[in-house]
């Protein structure tokens, strides 16, 4: 690919403050994944465990990743193709090129860290939640009965104590 020079500068240019956006995008990604690694050890371990504190930790993450996602580059696909073309050429460009794809495959690889460990902290909290349901339920279905015919001798199985006894 023969590139007049004036455009093959302002080109490594571009890939280079591509690169370097991509690299503060990936280092706000291992942040939001060392904060979901840590609020899923928390929850594997109790699974009603506090985790406010994480929470508001991971979406102050989520709201600085946004703010460099906003703050791209003009013409991102474009840059991403451009250094599809050259990465197999020689030269600084071509160096250039291929570390712009690499740290971006690092994006897309923690980026599906990031969801995988939110879907295993969501489950851990949905079953959480199912439980704590259940557990009302029959306590408010036990309570009803007690109200009814008094206290049970047993509250796995309905068996009532005779009052006359």
Do not use: W
Not at 137 to 156: F, I, M, N, T, W
């Amino acid at each position: 690919m023969n590139v007049p020079f004036s455009q093959s500068s302002e080109m490594l240019q571009a890939l280079r403050e591509y690169s370097a956006i991509l690299q503060r995008r990936a280092q706000a990604l291992a942040d939001l994944r060392n904060t979901s690694d840590r609020m899923l050890s928390i929850l594997q371990q109790d699974p009603m465990a506090d985790i406010t504190e994480l929470l508001q930790h991971r979406e102050q993450e989520c709201i600085k990743l946004g703010e460099l996602c906003k703050g791209g580059v003009t013409g991102e696909r474009q840059l991403l193709e451009t250094a599809k073309l050259v990465e197999t050429s020689e030269g600084e460009l071509a160096l250039v090129a291929r570390e712009v794809l690499s740290v971006q495959e690092l994006c897309e690889k923690l980026s599906q860290e990031v969801m995988a460990c939110q879907q295993e902290c969501e489950l851990i909290l949905r079953t959480g939640l199912e439980t704590i349901e259940r557990a009302i339920r029959e306590s408010k279905q036990r309570r009803k009965l007690d109200s009814v015919y008094g206290p049970a001798c047993k509250h796995s199985t309905p068996i009532f104590l005779d009052r006359q006894q």
